[in-house]
């Protein structure tokens, strides 16, 4: 008997640790170690020191214009579909109209006339894919949730990449720094992941990810 209530009580204490105060950076550090890791493959570490080959670096942007575009018309039906609440709406339109701002800008700098067609990786499929279950079969803010490691993965890579001005990636780093995700998200993530459960289901789906962040680079 004591055995088990001891259990229990150390269940409740556990569930209860979930329960943070801030699940936006609670998310990020629970999973940093996957960043620690992707900062460390071939493809950025050779970007930091200017002798990862051109190849490398336009495949590497053909496939981020496809996760672009694919993410943007995903945004696109969720900004449709969702009448309330008012505040995950507007995050949906807000982020929509971002990404196809973003969008069009890369299209044009590229001279792509319209929409290219991309075969995807097998790492960029497979990160797609987890988009495509959280838009269908997931509440519109776990979609939110798979947004951010992106979001803040790119800006910790270019704040923590020792780039110089004189390397032909510094502009990839220059372009990539200073955002600010948090003005984004983490009210949003705060005020609705407030149970245990909410915030592992939340850290699950994050950290699953951040982990294709990690293969997209890996596989470039």
């Known amino acids: 008997m004591k055995t088990s209530t001891l259990l229990c009580l150390c269940f409740l204490g556990f569930s209860y640790s979930l329960a943070v105060d801030d699940v936006y950076e609670y998310l990020w550090e629970k999973n940093k170690d996957i960043a620690n890791k992707t900062i460390g493959l071939d493809f950025l570490r050779q970007m930091e020191n200017g002798s990862l080959q051109a190849e490398r670096y336009v495949n590497f942007t053909i496939q981020d214009i496809g996760y672009l575009l694919k993410v943007t018309k995903m945004l696109k039906r969720m900004s449709a579909k969702i009448a309330q609440p008012n505040d995950i709406r507007d995050f949906m339109k807000g982020r929509y109209l971002s990404y ?49 490691p992106c979001a803040r993965l790119w800006v910790w890579l270019a704040e923590n990449l020792n780039t110089p001005p004189t390397n032909a990636y510094y502009t990839w780093k220059v372009e990539n720094m200073g955002g600010h995700p948090e003005k984004h998200y983490r009210a949003l993530l705060n005020k609705y992941l407030i149970t245990p459960e909410k915030v592992a289901k939340a850290n699950a789906m994050f950290r699953a990810q951040m982990q294709n962040e990690h293969d997209f680079f890996f596989s470039s």
Do not use: C, H, W
């Open 100 to 148: 196809k701002s973003f969008a069009d800008f890369m299209l044009k700098q590229y001279f792509f006339k319209g929409e290219p067609l991309i075969q995807q990786t097998p790492a960029m499929r497979k990160y797609l894919a987890v988009y495509r279950n959280l838009m269908d079969n997931e509440e519109p803010l776990y979609f939110a949730v798979g947004l951010l």
